[in-house]
Structure formats: structure tokens, C-alpha cells
């Protein structure tokens, strides 16, 4: 199983990216996905995750900015990031719960792409 992300790139605050992750390989079903990011010297932090269901989960830095949604059938997870800020820079990466098996659950992150938002 593979994760490929993209979307990243150069933003003045206020503007807008989207970030786009597809899954593929042999793939049984997808649970949790999300999108993390992370500064260099830092912790990779949570950004937005969505259920199988829909469900989804902010950090409370991208609340209200930022929209998560997922294509089951296309196994893709999109995140939509509006009115950026310069704290916004990072590293973003997208991860997936993943039956690759009928019986097995692993965890996926794909690599990184590159949000930088200037001031």
C-alpha cells in the first residue's frame, strides 16, 4: 500500500491550497484518514482526520480554515486549506488505516508535501 500526496506549495497568507492523497495497492477498505504536518525540530501534529463515516476532527489551530473529505470509492482524501497563515508552514503529511488484508490493519503515512505560506 502506497500513499502519493499532493498539492503543496508557495501561498501568501490568505490565499488557499488544496492538498489531494491517494491510496493504492491492495487495499480491502480504508479507516481513519488524515492529514498531520510537521516543522522541522518538532513533533508531527494532527491537522484533520476523517472516518470511514465522514466524521471528521480539527486541531483547533485549523478550525474553521480547513476542510477534510474523502472519496471512498477512489480511496483519496482531500484538504482544502483556506485563508493561510505563515504557521501554517510545514510539512503536511496524509495517513490511513488500511485493511491490506481482510484481517489485517496497518497504519500508512504517505511523504511529505511541502505548504509554504508567505507573509
Known amino acids: 500500500v502506497q500513499l502519493q500526496a499532493s498539492g503543496g506549495g508557495l501561498v501568501q497568507a490568505g490565499g488557499s491550497l488544496r492538498l489531494s492523497c491517494a491510496a493504492s495497492?491492495?487495499?480491502?477498505?480504508?479507516?481513519?484518514m488524515g492529514w498531520y504536518r510537521q516543522a522541522p525540530g518538532k513533533r508531527r501534529e494532527l491537522v484533520a482526520t476523517?472516518?470511514?463515516?465522514?466524521?471528521?476532527h480539527y486541531a483547533d489551530s485549523v478550525q474553521g480554515r480547513f476542510t477534510i473529505s474523502r472519496d471512498n470509492a477512489k480511496n483519496t482524501v482531500v484538504l482544502q486549506m483556506n485563508s493561510l497563515k505563515p504557521e501554517d508552514t510545514d510539512v503536511y503529511y496524509c495517513?490511513?488505516?488500511?485493511?491490506?488484508?481482510?484481517?489485517?490493519?496497518?497504519?500508512?503515512w504517505g511523504q511529505g508535501t511541502l505548504v509554504t505560506v508567505s507573509s
Open positions: 476523517v472516518s470511514r463515516g465522514g466524521t471528521t
Open positions: 495517513n490511513a488505516d488500511v485493511l491490506s488484508t481482510p484481517f489485517r490493519e496497518q497504519n500508512y
Open positions: 495497492g491492495t487495499i480491502f477498505g480504508i479507516y481513519t
